[in-house]
């Protein structure tokens, strides 16, 4: 997974809390007005919040299933190759150095 969906998904996920927050305050807002339809309204909205939570969680969960599986297949690569991990540790520490060095 790269750091560009990492964020995103990151800002997604605090996106959706912020107006599920504020879904909420609204609710609570209203929560004096009268009438059938405004009671309706208010229901169904809050069922939608309960499932974009439930949405959030789950994907929340997954984010962090996939994170953990690419520590882990990182993990065995190096322990299955430790002269290749330390070959290409090596490499990017001299192209970070070069890049450094030029500023």
């Known amino acids: 997974m790269n750091d560009t969906s990492t964020v995103q998904k990151d800002k997604l996920m605090s996106d959706l809390r912020l107006v ?5 305050e609204l609710l609570r ?9 405004a ?3 208010r229901s169904r909205v809050q069922a939608r919040i309960n499932r974009a939570k439930d949405d959030l969680l789950k994907l929340q969960d997954a984010v962090v299933e996939k ?3 690419a520590g882990h297949a ?3 690569f190096v322990h299955e190759n430790p002269w290749k991990s330390v070959g290409i540790a090596a490499g990017v520490g001299l192209l970070l150095g070069l890049l450094v ?3």
């Open 74 to 76: 990182t993990d065995e």
């Open 20 to 24: 599920i927050a504020d879904a909420e």
């Open 101 to 103: 060095s030029r500023r």
């Open 39 to 41: 009671a309706d309204v």
């Open 67 to 69: 994170a953990k599986a």
């Open 29 to 37: 807002m209203t929560a004096d007005q009268a009438g059938d339809a």
